[in-house]
Structures are given as C-alpha cells and as structure tokens.
C-alpha cells in the first residue's frame, strides 16, 4: 500500500509539474527575444525591469515588485535600466543614475515616483528636482558635476542599446536573463506578470 501511494504521490507531482510547465507559452505570455541582450553576470540569472519614473503602471508595479524581488533565489538577481524614448524620458533615466552615482539611488527613487505621481511635479527641470531631493541632503554642485559626467553618460547611451535589443515598446517591462521578455498588456494584471517571471527565472536557473 505504501509503495502503491508513493507512485501515485511522484505521479501527481509530474502532472502538477507538466501543469506548470504548460501553464505559459511565449508568444501567449512572453516574448523570446531572436538574440539574448548582454547580462552583468554571467552564472545568474537577471531580472531586469525597463522602467519609467513618469509611466503610471511603473508606479503601480513598483511595491510589488520592492516586496517580490528580495526573494529572489541567490542564482537570481534583480536590476532597474530607464527607458529612454527621448524628452521627458531621457530626464529620468538621466536623473536615476545620478541619483546612483550620487549614492542616493535607494534614498531618493520612491520619492521620485512620489513627486511625480502623488504631488504632480513634473521634474523636467533640474531647478525642479534639486526642490524634491532636497530632503536628501544632495548638494547642488555636487549633482550638476554627477549629471554631465562621463559614467552617467556611458550608462545613458548603455540604457539606450540594451532598450533596442530588448525590442521594448513600452513600460514597465520585465526582460528574464536577456532572452525573454514580458509586458503587462500580454497577462491579467501584474500579479500575473510576476508569476510568469518567476516561472522563466526557474526555467532560466535549470540551464545555469
């Protein structure tokens, strides 16, 4: 008897297993990117979100994904890059590395969100969003000097080729170790979004 239930327990496990496996199709679910975009660490797996601070669903997405990502497995790993689609865009994304530059990035990122969504501050001009940081203690010539330097730059026009491999046309995007992409209008709901990444983070985890 006891045999008897332990094949039927492995069995249930395998269709539960073959269940998940099915459960999301690329081309359905997500997309699978023709050339894998390049990856800060190679023996991990990345999660990275194509963000911007003034998109609305960005917003909505981003306690979620503050309360999913710390959970990630140790072989996993989470990272932001800004959207830049120009204008405002651009702004921003030049704005979240100089907050990185500065230090200031996990101080200073919600309140961004903050100011532009619950305050309506528009944040396109730099006299602007020194007012907002000013709670951060940031000195002004100190974030001029960070905002026109060469490393800001570099991940500027990084941001930019990384958003043309990933074949990004709009945010926020979830892209899962460069190689398959996910957008909310393909799911129910964000919820759904992060199951489907954690579902490509395990697939992705197997073939490490």
């Not at 997405?61 to 140790?74: F, V």
């Not at 996990?106 to 000013?134: N, Y």
């Not at 990084?158 to 460069?178: F, K, M």
Request: aromatic residues 10%; proline residues 4%.
């Amino acid at each position: 008897m006891r045999a008897l239930i332990s094949v039927m327990t492995i069995a249930l496990l395998a269709m539960v297993a073959n269940v998940q496996a099915d459960e999301y199709e690329a081309g359905v679910h997500y997309v699978e990117l023709p050339a894998q975009a390049p990856t800060q660490h190679e023996d991990k797996v990345e999660v990275t979100e194509l963000f911007w601070y003034g998109c609305g669903g960005c917003n909505a997405l981003e306690p979620l994904i503050n309360a999913w990502y710390p959970d990630l497995p140790e072989d996993a790993y989470f990272r932001r890059v800004p959207a830049l689609f120009g204008g405002t865009w651009n702004t921003h994304g030049q704005l979240y590395y100089t907050l990185e530059s500065l230090g200031k990035l996990d101080e200073a990122h919600d309140a961004v969100f903050h100011a532009l969504h619950q305050d309506g501050r528009r944040m396109t001009e730099q006299s602007e969003i020194l007012d907002v940081l000013e709670p951060y203690d940031i000195d002004a010539d100190a974030f001029e000097k960070a905002w026109n330097s060469f490393g800001v730059n570099s991940k500027m026009s990084q941001a930019q080729q990384l958003a043309r491999t990933y074949r990004a046309t709009g945010v926020p995007t979830l892209i899962i170790n460069g190689k398959y992409v996910i957008q909310n209008n393909a799911t129910s709901g964000f919820e759904e979004v992060l199951k489907i990444a954690d579902y490509l983070v395990d697939m992705e985890r197997e073939a490490l």
